[in-house]
């Protein structure tokens, strides 16, 4: 089963994406990791991915596509996978194969900056500055939330309210993917 997983940062798409992996078998792939592990290479590509990520800017297109379509070829995903961070724009998803659902997981701007302060202190990630956080919102905004519209026209969208405790919000999960693809999931 192929299944991308989009939502704003400090949504929960690793947390929920994980759990998924776990019950459903397959294996979860996050483009931001990707890239951060690319932004440790010191060759040109590696600097010029690390000042775009630490910034809060978007990838070009071209090049995220190159990179997560070769990454997916690997023979781990060829039975799935659950993919979070991609696509990200409309461009993305034009040239991205359809997969099986599309998860939106919806939190608000206030809950998703409430719950990232808590990160920026605690200094996990270099990219993780406020600034680089407010700036990946607005892009959310400006490119992210039209494919939530280009998905839920294909009637792969699945909307799960992401302000909920873990276990709650999983099991609205898997009961959503259940009836969107009609298959039965590990017991
Ligand atoms: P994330 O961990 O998903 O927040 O991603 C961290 C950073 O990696 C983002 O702020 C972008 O700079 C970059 N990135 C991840 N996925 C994509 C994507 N699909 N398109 C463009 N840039 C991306």
């Known amino acids: 089963m192929k299944i991308v997983l989009i939502g704003i940062q400090g949504s929960g798409k690793s947390t929920q994406g994980n759990l998924m ?14 890239f951060r592990n690319m932004a440790k290479e010191k060759t040109p590509l590696g600097r010029y991915i690390k000042e775009t990520i630490n910034a809060g800017f978007l990838i070009p297109d071209d090049k995220t596509i190159e990179i997560i379509e ?15 961070g991609f696509p990200r724009t409309p461009k993305q998803a034009q040239a991205f194969k359809e997969p099986d659902a599309v998860i939106h997981l919806d939190v608000s701007d206030k809950e998703a900056l409430w719950r990232l302060s808590g990160r920026v202190e605690e200094g996990v990630r270099e990219d993780n500055t406020l600034q680089a956080i407010r700036k990946r919102i607005e892009n959310f905004h400006t490119h992210t939330q039209p494919l939530i519209d280009y998905y839920k026209k294909r009637h792969l969208l699945l909307q799960i309210n992401g302000e909920r ?3 709650t919000i999983f099991q609205d999960i898997l009961a959503q993917l259940k ?9």
């Open 179 to 187: 009836a969107k693809t009609k298959r039965p999931l590990p017991q």
């Open 165 to 167: 405790d873990i276990d």
């Open 21 to 34: 992996a776990k019950k459903l078998g397959i294996p979860y792939l996050s483009s931001g990791h990707i």
């Open 70 to 84: 070769e990454y997916l070829k690997k023979p781990e995903y060829t039975n799935g996978y659950i993919l979070d």
